[in-house]
């Protein structure tokens, strides 16, 4: 069975930073396109980035660009969000998801999510 | 990017009822484009995919159709653990983009 657990989210001051993690099983994680995306309070879900199978093409929402960095451990089965200089406007819920093969594929399994919170 | 529009922004249903759920896109995204089901504090789970591809392990009741920038999710008989907010994606081009949801309560 395919399992996504995010871990790393939690209380952060305006213009810092977090790792996020993301720990998974179940699958062949370097078969597949990695995903983040995010849930602002009372707001619907928004892709924030991507990386391929390799890890060396990463992908990022213009909201996060040059503000964050998506990496992948293939021997972990792990894949990381790193943010900094956050805002309020980062406040969400944190999900990784599982691609597919191609970028074009639906995201076919979802994590929990973990909680970010950018507060003074 | 391409802009998704989901329309009702909510609806009130009774169980056994048919629920229909539309998707606009900004600009063709055929085939791309997926459905998913979120409920509160739970993962995202996928329904949907290619159009009308029906994910492993979802119910027949779900369906979904379309093609080019319009699309329809539907629920042929509106179940108790159905109540829920749902979400179209086109995974087309990038960024990928969801439409704003569309939440099913219990009437």
């Known amino acids: 069975e395919v399992h996504l657990v995010e871990s790393g989210g939690g209380l952060v001051q305006p213009g810092g930073s977090l790792r996020l993690s993301c720990a998974t099983s179940?699958?062949?994680?370097?078969?597949?396109?990695m995903y983040w995306a995010r849930q602002a309070p009372g707001t619907g879900l928004m892709w924030v980035s991507r990386i391929n199978i390799g890890g060396t093409i990463p992908t990022y929402a213009d909201s996060v660009k040059g503000r964050v960095t998506i990496s992948r451990d293939n021997a972990k089965n792990t894949m990381y969000l790193q943010m900094s200089n956050l805002t309020v406007e980062d406040t969400a819920v944190y999900y990784c998801?599982?691609?597919?093969?191609?970028?074009?594929?639906?995201?076919?399994?979802w994590g929990q999510g973990t909680l970010v919170t950018v507060s003074s | 990017d391409i802009q998704m529009t989901q329309s009702p922004s909510s609806l009130s249903a009774s169980v056994g009822d048919k629920v229909t759920i539309t998707c606009r896109a900004s600009q063709s995204v055929t085939p791309n484009l997926n459905w998913y089901q979120h409920k509160p504090g739970k993962a995202p789970n996928l329904l949907i995919y290619?159009?009308?591809t029906l994910q492993t392990g979802v119910p027949s009741r779900f369906s979904g159709s379309g093609s080019g920038t319009d699309f329809t999710l539907t629920i042929s008989s509106l179940q108790p653990e159905d109540f829920a907010t749902y979400y179209c994606?086109?995974?087309?081009?990038?960024?990928?983009?969801f439409g704003q949801g569309t939440r099913v309560e219990n009437k």
């Open positions: 994606q086109q995974s087309y081009r990038t960024p990928p983009t």
């Open positions: 290619a159009t009308s």
């Open positions: 179940g699958f062949t994680f370097s078969d597949y396109w």
């Open positions: 998801a599982k691609g597919g093969q191609y970028f074009t594929s639906p995201w076919d399994s």
